[in-house]
């Protein structure tokens, strides 16, 4: 048998020089069927301000997104996608990731993608817990740029004002986490809005060396998730200089 080593030899050395393949591999939430009941899974995530990074320790699996994209160069952040909310989703220097995330009752799906898209790994999964709070209201804001800080601001119908300083309304309406870093995100929820007009804000708090750094905030504003009459607001505007206080919308809920 003759074997063909000048035809083998480019083959091989081809896929030498091929780059790593990103692997994604999502820890938790696991897909499938699970039953909550008795896991600290709420909305409020504890993190101390001011915060270098999201504070993930001590959460229950349940509300947490965790895992790893190896064999990647940082070419910037990660996508992280939650039922169907796209938001940046910054990697640790060993590609590692970790967010903390309240899930509501019924089908959820995360998704994962590499920075060049390339690459990515999804999960669904359904929690057939029905007692699990679930958020009527959710506004989820993210932003295209490292080493900047953006803040979230939610005034209610009955003049509650929920940001950093005050995290949680007595309306029931929290803030769950301070990113002071980049790429967000900062999820304003509710389980039982007032009704009435909401003002959603967003103040360029500080940039890195680049004082004058733009970067494009995105404001998600999810109403009635998870059922039927869901209803999916997707914004994005420019932020030019720290200071900027923008209105990003007003609305009516329900």
């Given at each position: 048998m003759h074997v063909h080593y000048r035809l083998i030899f480019?083959?091989?050395?081809?896929?030498?020089?091929?780059?790593?393949?990103?692997?994604?591999?999502?820890?938790?939430?696991?897909g499938g069927w699970r039953h909550s009941a008795g896991e600290a899974a709420g909305f409020r995530q504890q993190v101390n301000y001011p915060a270098s990074s999201v504070n993930a320790a001590g959460h229950?699996?349940?509300?947490l997104i965790k895992g790893r994209i190896g064999a990647t160069k940082k070419e910037g952040p990660a996508k992280l996608v939650v039922n169907g909310v796209a938001m940046p989703l910054a990697l640790g220097v060993d590609g590692g990731?970790?967010?903390?995330?309240?899930?509501?009752?019924?089908?959820?799906g995360i998704e994962v993608r590499s920075a060049d898209g390339k690459q990515r790994r999804q999960v669904q999964f359904y929690d057939a817990y029905a007692g699990k709070p679930q958020a009527r209201l959710r506004v989820v804001l993210s932003w295209d740029s490292d080493g900047t800080d953006?803040?979230?601001?939610?005034?209610?119908?009955?003049?509650q004002h929920v940001f950093y300083g005050n995290r949680v309304a007595p309306n029931?309406?929290?803030?769950?986490?301070?990113?002071?870093?980049?790429?967000?995100?900062?999820?304003?929820?509710?389980?039982?809005?007032?009704?009435?007009?909401?003002?959603?804000?967003?103040?360029?708090?500080?940039?890195?060396p680049d004082p004058q750094q733009l970067t494009v905030a995105q404001v998600a504003v999810v109403t009635q998730e998870g059922t039927?009459?869901?209803?999916?607001?997707?914004?994005?505007?420019?932020?030019?200089?720290?200071?900027?206080?923008?209105?990003?919308?007003?609305?009516n809920y329900p």
């Open positions: 480019p083959v091989l050395l081809m896929a030498a020089l091929q780059p790593a393949v990103a692997q994604v591999d999502i820890d938790t939430p696991r229950s699996t349940m509300a990731f970790a967010r903390p995330y309240a899930f509501g009752a019924g089908s959820n953006l803040d979230l601001h939610v005034v209610s119908p009955d003049g029931g309406g929290a803030l769950d986490v301070d990113v002071t870093t980049g790429f967000g995100p900062e999820i304003y929820a509710s389980v039982a809005p007032p009704v009435g007009v909401y003002h959603v804000y967003v103040n360029y708090y500080g940039s890195g039927l009459a869901e209803k999916r607001q997707i914004f994005q505007v420019p932020m030019r200089k720290p200071g900027e206080l923008t209105l990003i919308k007003s609305f």
